[in-house]
Nanobody, 126 residues
Framework: QVQLVESGGGLVQAGGSLRLSCAAS????????MGWFRQAPGKEREFVAA????????YYADSVKGRFTISRDNAKNTVYLQMNSLKPEDTAVYYC???????????????????WGQGTQVTVSS
């Protein structure tokens, strides 16, 4: 009964901020790298950010680098995505995912994630 439950999505104006949370249960959270992906209508799901098991290293898509920050609290079994300077192009359903794979020098790819959350809607108005 592994569950990843996202929260914190909503409607914001361009330039605003949101903080997404993903609460994990049913797994040894600190054994998993965590990632965030997003999918806009009519588009493929794309990588947003990932963080390794210890939280000491993170990876970002070029489109969000400098605006978004991924973090994790292993004591709370939760991963976060702080989103600042939001743009209408950030509008999408945001998903968190967990990967037990050990990857050197890169984030896990799409197919290396074992569990996925249900997603939370982020809408940025212009």
């Amino acid at each position: 009964q592994v569950q990843l439950v996202e929260s914190g999505g909503g409607l914001v104006q361009a330039g605003g901020s949101l903080r997404l949370s993903c609460a994990a249960s049913g797994l040894a959270f600190s054994d998993y790298a965590m990632g965030w992906f997003r999918q806009a209508p009519g588009k493929e799901r794309e990588f947003v950010a990932a963080i390794i098991k210890s939280g000491s290293s993170a990876y970002y898509a070029d489109s969000v680098k400098g605006r978004f920050t991924i973090s994790r609290d292993n004591a709370k079994n939760t991963v976060y995505l702080q989103m600042n300077s939001l743009k209408p192009e950030d509008t999408a359903v945001y998903y968190c995912a967990a990967s037990i794979r050990v990857v050197a020098g890169r984030p896990p790819n799409y197919y290396e994630y074992d569990y996925w959350g249900q997603g939370t809607q982020v809408t940025v108005s212009s």
